[in-house]
């Protein structure tokens, strides 16, 4: 459902969010490891996060990244998949045609629309501290 750019995106904003509410900052090889993501790849989307102000960078020898706490509970779910996918996740045919709309549907329109109203309300809904916790507490896992 998400790019495996997203996916990773995701992982990773969970994953700094959580060393951030213990006061770490931490830098791209430890990121890469922790999500099991190629470091060139966690990299670009590490600067994508950056730049679309999910996460925070400091340069230097003990730089890396890191999101203000009172941050971490204002950022959604539907931020970090905007900022990697933008809203393609909403739009474009479930079975991958052209042209698909209300008016020369596919066979799968209407019922991709109920998933994608619900699929937007939880993550417009989930924030980044919820998913942070759930790892921090032992409920939830990024790397197996």
């Known amino acids: 459902m998400f790019s ?3 996916e990773y995106g995701i992982k990773a904003s969970i994953y700094v969010a959580q060393q951030s509410l213990q006061g770490n900052c931490v830098n791209l090889k430890t990121v890469a490891k922790e999500i099991n993501s190629p470091e060139a790849f966690t ?3 590490l600067q994508q996060l950056v730049k679309n102000k999910i996460l925070d960078s400091i340069k230097g020898a003990k730089g890396g990244f890191l999101i203000e706490e009172k941050r971490i509970n ?3 779910l539907g931020d ?7 809203d393609s996740i909403y ?4 079975l991958g045609l052209k042209e698909c709309n209300a008016r020369k549907p596919c066979p799968v329109h209407h019922k991709i ?3 994608r109203k619900e699929l937007k309300n939880m993550l417009k809904n989930t924030s980044l501290f919820e998913l942070a916790n ?3 507490i032992g409920l939830t896992y ?3």
């Open 43 to 45: 990299a670009k989307i």
């Open 74 to 76: 204002q950022i959604q």
């Open 113 to 115: 629309l109920i998933v």
């Open 142 to 144: 990024l790397n197996r």
């Open 91 to 94: 739009t474009g045919c479930g």
């Open 4 to 6: 495996k750019a997203c």
């Open 134 to 136: 759930g790892l921090e």
């Open 80 to 86: 970090i998949v905007y900022a990697i996918d933008g």
